[in-house]
């Protein structure tokens, strides 16, 4: 299976629709100039980090907590190609 990264519906996201989003090449903490994963979240422009370990993300912007399932974050990023890292490997 060869699917485009597109973004994903988050699956235990509460209070509104959050979507993770992993763009190509992207990773969780990016470098300057690469793409971020994330997870957009409604009245907000920005992109939350995304803390896979802690089942959570964190928007700086807006200061929203939310709650993710970090192991179907981590299938969804590991799925969407070797480019995309969470930022624990090279
Ligand atoms: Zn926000």
Redesign the pocket.
């Known amino acids: 299976m060869d699917t485009p990264a597109a973004p994903q519906q988050a699956e235990t996201v509460r209070g509104g629709e959050c979507v993770l989003v992993v763009p190509p090449r992207g990773r969780v903490f990016p470098q300057a100039g690469e793409a971020k994963i994330g997870v957009e979240?409604p009245g907000?422009d920005?992109v939350?980090d995304l803390a896979i370990e802690l089942d959570a993300f964190f928007?700086p912007?807006?200061h929203?907590n939310g709650r993710v399932s970090g192991a179907w974050c981590r299938d969804v990023i590991e799925a969407a190609g070797p480019a995309v890292t969470t930022g624990e490997r090279g």
Request: with cysteine; hydrophobic share 25%; aromatic share 0%.
């Open positions: 979240h907000c920005a939350a928007c912007s807006c929203r």
